[in-house]
């Protein structure tokens, strides 16, 4: 059985989910192909899908949210998405079919309308999953074509239907992360192996694809606690960001250690006592399954709202307000979110 799976580089988290969904299905006997959705279109739509959203959501957060509610509609919002993409929907055929697939998963909320459109005209024959990253959903993800839904929660399945989906073609499976995340290793012998230390708390921050400037107000604001503790920055392949980091490492109340790209996040997730994050779709899938406490800054209105009203109203991530920070690392969630609850959500 062949699968290809459609992704995009709008963010690390839909590539991200794509690797970790092509590890689970290889495992099940599939030979699985990955394929970036945007490439076939040219410049221009690559422009629109990925730099134009990275841009609007890092610097016009409020314009970003104002445009994706307004496509969050059952009529018009992702029916305009299909008409724009008629005349390109062909281009994506022959990136598809020269794997020849038993099985298209759409891991990004363009790609389902653009296979979608493949299918109404009988141009496709595989089946299709459209896999949600994250834990809403939106109109972009619902087409009449699809043959199953796989939904990151059950509250996300549920809105599904309301958006006209039939419930089965629905399947509440989470949204796929590295299995390192869910493994438990020795926190002792890994403190140790990153020299962290033992008799304090860490502290871990993740800034994600678009949140530069947020991680840094939420570091200062976290750094004027009275706790003891001793803090993690992981700064990506952000250099610039990790310089700033080094130079307020100098004057910072607690200990700091900038840490540019890392393979070993999981790591730092199984040997720290809390993430301070983004509330991205994959970034807090991971940490839930790694049962580390989580607190979430910042939320980019449209999804990452989603993700994290979700998160708060099951008790999964504390929600950080920059007008009301919080008094303690106790009120972060350090040592008080139940991680068996976590494990137990996300399963």
Same mark, same amino acid.
């Given at each position: 059985?062949?699968?290809?799976?459609?992704?995009?580089?709008?963010?690390?988290?839909?590539?991200?989910?794509?690797?970790?969904?092509?590890?689970?299905?290889?495992?099940?006997?599939?030979?699985?192909?990955?394929?970036?959705?945007?490439?076939?279109?040219?410049?221009?739509?690559?422009?629109?899908?990925?730099?134009?959203?990275?841009?609007?959501?890092?610097?016009?957060?409020?314009?970003?949210?104002?445009?994706?509610?307004?496509?969050?509609?059952?009529?018009?919002?992702?029916?305009?998405?299909?008409?724009?993409?008629?005349?390109?929907?062909?281009?994506?055929?022959?990136?598809?079919?020269?794997?020849?697939?038993?099985?298209?998963?759409?891991?990004?909320?363009?790609?389902?309308?653009?296979?979608?459109?493949?299918?109404?005209?009988?141009?496709?024959?595989?089946?299709?999953?459209?896999?949600?990253?994250?834990?809403?959903?939106?109109?972009?993800?619902?087409?009449?074509?699809?043959?199953?839904?796989?939904?990151?929660?059950?509250?996300?399945? =549920? !809105?599904?239907?309301? $958006?006209?989906?039939?419930?089965?073609?629905?399947? +509440?499976?989470?949204? *796929?992360?590295? &299995?390192?995340?869910?493994?438990?290793?020795?926190?002792?012998?890994?403190?140790?192996?990153?020299?962290?230390?033992?008799?304090?708390?860490?502290?871990?921050?993740?800034?994600?694809?678009?949140?530069?400037?947020?991680?840094?107000?939420?570091?200062?604001?976290?750094?004027?606690?009275?706790?003891?503790?001793?803090?993690?920055?992981?700064?990506?392949?952000?250099?610039?960001?990790?310089?700033?980091?080094?130079?307020?490492?100098?004057?910072?109340?607690?200990?700091?250690?900038?840490?540019?790209?890392?393979?070993?996040?999981?790591?730092?997730?199984?040997?720290?006592?809390?993430?301070?994050?983004?509330?991205?779709?994959?970034?807090?899938?991971?940490?839930?399954?790694?049962?580390?406490?989580?607190?979430?800054?910042?939320?980019?209105?449209?999804? =990452? !709202?989603?993700?994290? $009203?979700?998160?708060?109203?099951?008790?999964?991530? +504390?929600?950080?307000? *920059?007008?009301? &920070?919080?008094?303690?690392?106790?009120?972060?969630?350090?040592?008080?979110?139940?991680?068996?609850?976590?494990?137990?959500?996300?399963?």
């Amino acid at each position: 059985m062949k699968a290809v799976i459609l992704y995009a580089l709008a963010g690390g988290g839909h590539l991200s989910a794509a690797r970790a969904l092509k590890t689970e299905l290889e495992q099940q006997g599939w030979e699985v192909a990955l394929e970036d959705s945007t490439k076939p279109f040219g410049r221009l739509i690559d422009f629109f899908c990925c730099d134009l959203y990275r841009f609007s959501a890092k610097y016009v957060p409020r314009a970003f949210g104002v445009c994706y509610r307004l496509t969050d509609r059952k009529k018009g919002g992702s029916g305009s998405m299909r008409a724009l993409g008629a005349p390109l929907a062909k281009r994506l055929l022959p990136v598809i079919e020269r794997h020849q697939p038993d099985l298209v998963v759409c891991a990004y909320p363009f790609s389902c309308q653009f296979v979608g459109l493949l299918k109404a005209k009988g141009l496709l024959k595989a089946k299709v999953a459209h896999l949600l990253t994250d834990y809403g959903t939106h109109a972009a993800w619902v087409t009449e074509e699809a043959d199953e839904y796989w939904a990151s929660c059950g509250e996300a399945g =549920e !809105e599904l239907i309301r $958006r006209g989906v039939p419930k089965e073609k629905i399947t +509440v499976r989470g949204i *796929p992360i590295n &299995p390192k995340f869910r493994e438990r290793p020795d926190r002792a012998a890994l403190r140790r192996e990153l020299s962290l230390p033992d008799a304090l708390p860490v502290l871990l921050f993740m800034a994600g694809s678009f949140g530069v400037r947020s991680v840094l107000r939420a570091f200062r604001t976290i750094d004027a606690l009275p706790d003891a503790f001793e803090a993690v920055v992981i700064t990506g392949k952000n250099e610039k960001l990790f310089r700033r980091f080094q130079k307020l490492s100098a004057s910072s109340r607690h200990r700091l250690h900038p840490i540019l790209f890392t393979d070993r996040v999981a790591d730092y997730m199984h040997a720290c006592d809390l993430l301070v994050t983004k509330p991205g779709g994959l970034t807090t899938s991971e940490a839930l399954a790694a049962g580390i406490p989580l607190a979430v800054f910042d939320p980019i209105p449209g999804q =990452e !709202e989603d993700n994290a $009203r979700y998160l708060s109203r099951h008790g999964l991530a +504390v929600l950080l307000h *920059p007008r009301k &920070p919080a008094g303690s690392l106790r009120e972060l969630g350090v040592r008080s979110l139940n991680s068996e609850k976590q494990k137990t959500e996300i399963g």
